[in-house]
């Protein structure tokens, strides 16, 4: 099940099964779950291997003055 803190107090985000009742004894494993690295989404650049050889970006015959 997960669920998260408020206020020192664990809430569930999913029901609880129906086999529990009011009473029951149970046992609690907590373990926290890492975020979002950043709080805004990221995408990969996808730059291409062949874009990165000294070939293609020094190009001999290239037309810089």
Known sequence: MKGFIKNKAIIL????PE???DGDEVEI???QI????YP??????GIKDEYL???NI????SNIS
């Not at 890492?34 to 690295?37: I, L, P, Q, S």
């Not at 805004?40 to 650049?45: D, I, Q, R």
């Open 29 to 31: 494993s907590i373990v």
């Open 19 to 21: 086999n529990l009742r």
């Open 58 to 61: 020094y190009e001999p015959n």
């Open 53 to 55: 050889s000294r070939e």
């Open 34 to 37: 890492r975020g979002k690295k």
């Open 13 to 16: 985000t999913d029901p609880l």
């Open 40 to 45: 805004f989404p990221t995408f990969n650049f």
